[in-house]
């Protein structure tokens, strides 16, 4: 290398980032000199590998160049969360990915090395090879195949050699778009549009807001519980005089492309010259914060905590694949439903954000430092609430406030990051750690934040007995159930 003078905007040092070589010129300062430094430990925890990014940015473009994604109304960040979540699998030399005739998932395979053998219906010739930078399993990516349910497989495909195969299920892309009708270039729209208002019987008010009424209704004529709603009515008056119509139009518009069981569902939506009208699935169960705090104690039991905590991070990694921030997460915006599972409600802050946002919204006990600062917040800020909550279930009370501390205080508490657990806090060693690295005071450093996104958060060890899977299809027992008539 020649001597090189650097100044102001220059940069040095980017081959100890791709590489693990020691340096190869001595850097010094001829003045005094400010640097902004990143070290390679740094950016491949917040960013990953940079080989693992380069493959990424393959992925991106394989998949948008398969014909079922050609034409798709599908977002560049939703292609990035997509690729995000591919999986890699080995298979051995022999050993067969998949067998005509067997039911199995609908996925797409993108060969990463190694050679498949396609075979022929009787599974004595090879067809065809699919060697590396190849790919298969296209033709089961289709929007009638909704809820990526099992499919018989039309082919055999075998490994002629060891191969790596880069997975992605079609439940996990629906997971992310919302709804495989979007493959159709459609605009995404969950709502039932054939339960009209005329259909719907008023039985009594559930609850009163500063906008108007919540009411308990049910569809004319039917006896089934799944006819039984609840119907947000909002006052378009007070709406306006409080200038919330923006808010309440992108809670709507939020609200229609979601459905996840630990989400509240927009069944519909209606308008009259005076009102707006939301038809919401009902949920019966009462707020988390009654079951968190009652009369005789305050928090949960570990084995409890875990079981809400991970419903209400399903629901949280669920908004956050579809890039949408949830921002005011707190006990009293989580429901229990009739099985005693989470529901979160009340999106009405919930913005859909590809970058970062700078609007300060939520409630102060749970606020991150970002938003306090106004420094523009992600979904680290929603990690964090989560963090509070998580904190608040097991010791009874938020980490940051005292009795008697201000407003004012309480936020130079929570922007220094620091607190303690109670000498009587019977909160596992586990849990702690997973606590803590939620409330980390830079957002980048966060748990969920990081390079392995919620994946860091669901393969925590204090989660190594939870089957997700079983958990999104309500498979456990809740620790507590409602009582319902």
Request: proline residues 3%; neutral net charge.
């Amino acid at each position: 290398y020649d001597d090189q003078a650097l100044g102001a905007g220059d940069y040095f040092g980017e081959r100890a980032i791709v590489t693990e070589e020691p340096r190869v010129a001595n850097i010094t300062a001829t003045e005094e000199t400010v640097c902004l430094c990143l070290s390679r430990d740094l950016f491949l925890k917040v960013l990953g590998d940079l080989s693992g990014l380069v493959m990424k940015s393959q992925d991106k473009r394989k998949i948008r160049a398969i014909p079922a994604f050609d034409k798709a109304d599908i977002k560049d960040y939703e292609f990035d969360t997509i690729v995000g979540l591919i999986e890699d699998i080995t298979f051995e030399a022999g050993e067969e990915v998949s067998v005509a005739g067997v039911e199995a998932r609908p996925c797409i395979g993108l060969v990463r090395e190694g050679k498949l053998a396609v075979k022929s219906k009787d599974g004595k010739t090879t067809e065809k090879n699919i060697t590396t930078g190849g790919y298969f399993g296209e033709d089961t990516i289709s929007p009638a195949n909704k809820g990526g349910k099992t499919v018989e497989a039309t082919r055999t495909i075998v490994a002629e050699e060891k191969t790596v195969i880069g997975t992605i299920t079609l439940a996990t892309i629906e997971s992310v778009i919302g709804s495989l009708d979007r493959l159709e270039t459609k605009t995404l729209d969950l709502r039932d549009t054939s339960i009209k208002m005329s259909d719907l019987k008023k039985h009594r008010i559930l609850g009163v807001g500063t906008f108007g009424q919540v009411w308990l209704v049910s569809k004319k004529g039917s006896k089934s519980d799944d006819d039984v709603y609840a119907l947000k009515i909002q006052v378009k008056r007070e709406l306006l005089n409080h200038q919330q119509v923006d808010g309440v139009l992108r809670e709507k518009n939020i609200m229609a492309t979601i459905d996840h069981p630990f989400i509240i569902k927009l069944v519909n939506t209606y308008q009259d010259d005076r009102s707006l009208y939301m038809l919401l699935r009902l949920v019966q169960g009462g707020e988390l914060f009654s079951v968190l705090h009652t009369d005789t104690r305050d928090g949960v039991s570990e084995k409890a905590a875990m079981f809400y905590s991970a419903g209400i991070l399903e629901g949280l990694s669920y908004m956050h694949r579809r890039n949408i921030l949830y921002r005011d997460l707190k006990p009293e915006n989580v429901l229990i439903d009739a099985k005693g599972y989470t529901v979160i409600v009340d999106l009405g802050f919930a913005k859909v954000v590809p970058d970062k946002t700078y609007t300060l919204c939520g409630t102060p006990l749970y606020l991150a430092p970002e938003v306090i600062l106004s420094r523009g917040h992600d979904k680290g800020a929603d990690y964090w609430s989560w963090g509070v909550l998580l904190y608040e279930m097991i010791i009874g009370q938020t980490p940051f406030y005292e009795h008697g501390l201000d407003q004012i205080g309480l936020f130079k508490r929570i922007v220094k990051g620091k607190f303690t657990y109670p000498p009587f806090a019977s909160a596992s060693e586990d849990v702690q750690e997973l606590i803590n690295g939620c409330l980390v005071i830079r957002s980048s450093d966060r748990l969920g934040n990081l390079a392995g996104g919620d994946r860091d958060l669901k393969t925590h060890n204090w989660y190594n007995k939870m089957d997700w899977t079983r958990l999104v299809e309500k498979g456990y027992k809740a620790p507590w159930g409602p009582k319902l008539k």
